[in-house]
């Protein structure tokens, strides 16, 4: 069964300092990589997704992110956040398999201080 | 842009009452989703849905726990007799020929 581990929590930084959000997943199966944002109250958008391809992939709102096979890593990067990135980022990961169901992150709190 | 839709936004409901979260996935999708979030914790996979029965379900969904495509175009969650650690978030999301699954804005359950 695949599995994702998101080592931070929390994270606080300052606006226009770069952040990056750190994701490891495990499978023993070939598998999709995803981050998901929650804003307050809201829903889950998709933030960027790698399916196959460049390990370098990029998202909206300036994210990005890349797939490392090796380390089983798929870290979240920005250069210069803003106040509105101030909300909840999930990494998930899917089996080219079934139903391809998403297994999540536990997430981590982006919190952006002026 | 499609979107995944669910009603109601907010449902408050008493102990042992039946629920039912409705939810209209994007229309020619044809995979469907309910996922949970407890306040504080992460997103949970309760179930999947295709071709008109359940493809996969957690250990969380239990006999409590029904979905239901009844026509066409909504895909319902159906709680029996609600608990109170039933009260989370239920998030629907569907999913087409691709890889990837589109949430509509959840249901907040509370159950008192």
């Known amino acids: 069964a695949q599995s994702v581990t998101q080592l931070d929590s929390q994270v606080p930084v300052f606006e226009e300092a770069p952040v990056e959000l750190r994701c490891n997943y495990s499978?023993?199966?070939?598998?999709?990589l995803f981050w998901y944002v929650q804003y307050p109250n809201q829903g889950l958008q998709l933030l960027l997704k790698y399916l196959s391809g460049s390990t370098l992939v990029k998202g909206i709102n300036g994210f990005e992110a890349e797939f490392n096979k090796s380390q089983t890593s798929f870290h979240l990067r920005k250069p210069s956040v803003h106040i509105s990135d101030t909300a909840e980022y999930f990494c998930a990961v899917s089996k080219d398999q079934g139903a391809q169901k998403l297994v999540f992150g536990q997430g981590t709190r982006l919190t952006i201080n002026p | 842009e499609p979107e995944v839709t669910q009603t109601p936004s907010h449902q408050v409901t008493q102990m042992g009452q039946e629920v039912i979260l409705r939810c209209v996935p994007i229309s020619n999708h044809l995979y469907f989703y309910w996922y949970r979030q407890i306040l504080g914790q992460k997103v949970e996979f309760l179930v999947s849905f295709y071709n008109n029965e359940i493809s996969e379900k957690s250990e969380i969904f239990d006999d409590q726990f029904s979905v239901e495509r009844p026509d066409g175009s909504n895909f319902t969650l159906k709680i029996r007799s609600t608990k109170l650690e039933d009260s989370a978030m239920y998030f629907c999301?569907?999913?087409?020929?691709?890889?990837?699954?589109?949430f509509g804005p959840g249901t907040r359950l509370t159950v008192t």
């Open positions: 499978s023993s199966v070939s598998v999709y």
């Open positions: 999301a569907s999913k087409g020929g691709g890889r990837i699954l589109y």
